[in-house]
């Protein structure tokens, strides 16, 4: 290929700049639950020493960039001195649209590179050109690039490396394989540990690569790649086996639906309708097997055999895609690595046609020919799509804004309750994270945002966070001025929640937004005489023990069990405390005995974990009639110690069963316990006098 004029290569520059300043300039949904706040709460766990508990895509690149934006943010400008963690919960979109910018500039700088170093293989600055514009052959792209935090902005740059890997390896003189063979496994590991839908690239060097020896090496390296790109996830290994395994056996998304790996009548319509909406990848699949079936039977197939290997390995990974997707199409982002592998694809397509016809010095006049077309194309058909959407998605968020001003002004003082999960604000977009996340943050969750209550219509359920509440409880303790965010405008929903004793009147109403208060004059309090009273309580402290020193004895001089696990490291009263940890991880043995229906047992204990690690347990004999592990505290006081709370209602079922109360950490973490009651309660109707809790 003859040489361009040396000043158009400085041409890569313009499309980069360009993707810049319309990256940043785009607009984003304020706190969208599904997916940013995932990968902000699962990197609020490595920064908070954890790891994750996202495994789903995995996602993990996304998480660890994620993570370190923050961290940075956070050691160069940190005016108020918060902890990281504090200050991410309590301004999280803020560092969702500092991840979402650092990508728009990673894959700025990526075009820039790309341009460099095709310029730089191929000696043309049209190549380069070519190689460029063809990254933004579709708006899904440029839309989940740009307006999203997650995981396709960070496939944008990575499969970009793939197809680049994949245009040295064609062009290397002297090919060494065995650098490929890293090369490829470390690009492909870091893809799969950013999403599952990168597996069809797996194809290529696996068809390509040399001998038996050299695929298996890159198998190989490639498992270890993996592991290297989701250190964070180790521990959620055995999770994320599970989750894969029931996507491939089960017919429906996400891995539910019937056991069988594909239903026909969806799967047929689906691969149809990704052809139908993805004229790009259709484009290349059309040509590309044209341009091969040519190649066969051509007379110079022998002067194109390499380029043909090459493109029959990536038509695979093309044919494997859309295979792949059919089975759950949610989405064109799904397709997105394959769609950006349309640049080297039309790259050799363009080198086999040229080579069969005989004309191979008509590149340097057919590639800016083709690089032009696209550019045109993108020039008349973007905009107008990438226009309408930056118009939703700020019409979205400012309408958020206006009704969360509004709600301030009209409502201040009223307690939120968030209808989950469709709600948008910073609370639900949290607790939805934190959902993904297995709960790992729930600790600085109710420290930071004690008063945070949810209501879910599915399974008509009240929450503060992850704890269980009633409307009645909520307004006990916060009275009955109640505001409801974002409420279904549906009346048969409204009209059910009323019957369920949550009666609402709309005080605003926006094209998404609604916004009802607890309508006090229907709303029925609930019956003091179905309270219960109390009948006995017993506390244990790890500070008295039995005379001959073998047992702990709570109040009474009630053995608690033999001494084991004592600890002065911290106490929350008194000298001692329980610590249990991997070598001891259980304490407490005392039994609840001669119970009665009706009756209702409080049991409570104070835990400190610097993971929320420890259990506070009962059972019975037969675990199948009663068994409950409690983790999940309900109150963190000032100190860091948790409340941990287990409410036991006597049922026909276990009536005069004994139930066995101990304290049990299978965590690697030490948990110190202290302040054990166990408060027996009596409905009030019943009337009886009060009883002493029976001792084992």
């Excluded at 050109?129 to 997650?150: C, E, N, P, R």
């Excluded at 029931?246 to 239903?263: A, F, L, P, R, V």
């Excluded at 905009?383 to 998605?393: A, D, L, V």
Aim: charge should be neutral.
């Amino acid at each position: 290929m003859t040489k361009k004029p040396k000043p158009l290569k400085y041409g890569i520059i313009i499309l980069p700049l360009v993707f810049l300043w319309a990256g940043l300039s785009f607009e984003r949904n304020n706190y969208p639950n599904d997916p940013e706040y995932i990968y902000l709460m699962n990197a609020l766990c490595i920064l908070d020493g954890q790891s994750v508990g996202h495994i789903d895509n995995p996602g993990t690149t996304l998480i660890q960039l994620s993570a370190a934006t923050a961290g940075v943010i956070h050691v160069f400008h940190n005016p108020e001195n918060e902890k990281i963690i504090e200050r991410v919960l309590r301004n999280p979109d803020y560092f969702i649209e500092s991840t979402r910018k650092v990508l728009v500039f990673l894959n700025t700088l990526f075009l820039l590179f790309l341009g460099w170093a095709v310029f730089r293989k191929t000696k043309s600055a049209w190549i380069a050109l070519f190689f460029q514009v063809s990254m933004l052959t579709s708006t899904y792209i440029l839309d989940v690039t740009w307006a999203k935090l997650s995981p396709e902005p960070m496939l944008f740059f990575i499969t970009g490396l793939y197809a680049l890997a994949v245009l040295y390896y064609y062009h290397d003189e002297h090919p060494r394989p065995w650098r490929y063979v890293f090369l490829f496994a470390l690009i492909t590991g870091a893809g799969l540990g950013t999403k599952a839908t990168f597996l069809p690239l797996v194809i290529f060097p696996v068809m390509v690569l040399p001998g038996l020896r050299k695929k298996a090496a890159f198998l190989a390296a490639l498992v270890v790649s993996f592991v290297l790109f989701t250190i964070p996830a180790i521990p959620e290994y055995d999770s994320m086996y599970h989750w894969f395994r029931n996507m491939i056996t089960h017919s429906g998304i996400y891995g539910h639906g019937e056991k069988k790996i594909i239903d026909l009548q969806t799967y047929i319509p689906n691969i149809k309708k990704i052809l139908t909406a993805n004229l790009s990848i259709t484009l290349v699949l059309i040509t590309g097997i044209a341009t091969l079936m040519a190649g066969i039977f051509s007379r110079k197939r022998n002067a194109v055999t390499r380029e043909m290997n090459l493109l029959a390995a990536l038509l695979s990974v093309y044919i494997f895609g859309i295979l792949l997707v059919a089975k759950h199409y949610g989405g064109n982002h799904y397709l997105i690595p394959v769609m950006l592998l349309a640049g080297i694809s039309l790259y050799l397509i363009i080198t086999i046609v040229l080579r069969l016809a005989g004309k191979p010095e008509m590149g340097p006049y057919l590639f800016p020919v083709a690089t032009l077309l696209l550019a045109v194309f993108i020039a008349w058909n973007h905009p107008r799509w990438m226009i309408i959407s930056n118009r939703q998605y700020l019409a979205a968020s400012e309408e958020i804004d206006q009704s969360s001003k509004w709600l301030d002004e009209n409502y201040g003082g009223y307690t939120r309750i968030n209808y989950y999960i469709y709600s948008i604000n910073p609370f639900t977009g949290l607790k939805f994270g934190n959902d993904f996340a297995k709960g790992k943050l729930m600790r600085h969750l109710k420290a930071t945002f004690p008063k945070t209550y949810f209501y879910e219509l599915s399974s008509d359920t009240y929450t503060n966070w992850n704890i269980k509440t009633s409307l009645h409880e909520i307004v006990e303790m916060n009275g009955n001025r109640i505001v409801v965010l974002n409420c279904p405008a549906d009346t048969a929903q409204i009209i059910e929640m009323a019957a369920r004793g949550l009666p609402l009147t709309r005080v605003y109403k926006g094209e998404a937004q609604n916004i009802y208060i607890l309508d006090t004059l229907r709303y029925q309090p609930e019956k003091k005489n179905d309270q219960w009273v109390p009948a006995d309580s017993l506390f244990f402290n790890a500070d008295q023990f039995s005379p001959d020193g073998k047992y702990f004895v709570g109040s009474g001089e009630i053995p608690f069990g033999p001494v084991n696990a004592v600890s002065q490291e911290r106490v929350r009263s008194g000298p001692n405390s329980i610590k249990l940890e991997k070598s001891n991880p259980f304490a407490i043995d005392y039994t609840i005995e001669g119970t009665k229906a009706g009756e209702m047992y409080i049991i409570e204990v104070w835990r400190h974990s610097d993971r929320s690690e420890g259990n506070l347990v009962v059972a019975a004999q037969n675990p199948d009639d009663f068994y409950v592990a409690r983790n999940e505290a309900v109150i963190l006081d000032e100190n860091g110690w948790e409340l941990l709370r287990i409410r036991l209602e006597i049922t026909e079922k276990i009536v005069g069963q004994p139930l066995k109360l101990y304290l049990w950490n299978p965590g690697k973490r030490a948990a110190y316990f202290d302040d054990l009651s166990v408060r027996k309660f009596l409905p009030r109707e019943i009337n009886q006098p009060d009883e002493p809790i029976d001792q084992n």
